[in-house]
């Protein structure tokens, strides 16, 4: 399963909040210079 796939999972089922989810995003950013694109950003972040 990819990130961005278990990411949305969790928003569907409501385990991670939407500041938890920007939070994540960050982190991955800052520490694994892991970047999603603009599109995923967008989706998760709706």
Do not use: A, G
Not at 5 to 25: M, T
């Amino acid at each position: 399963m990819s990130i961005t796939s278990f990411l949305l999972d969790c928003k569907k089922r409501n385990i991670l909040s939407l500041e938890e989810i920007k939070q994540i995003i960050n982190e991955l950013k800052e520490k694994d210079y892991y970047e999603f694109s603009e599109e995923v950003k967008e989706e998760l972040l709706k």
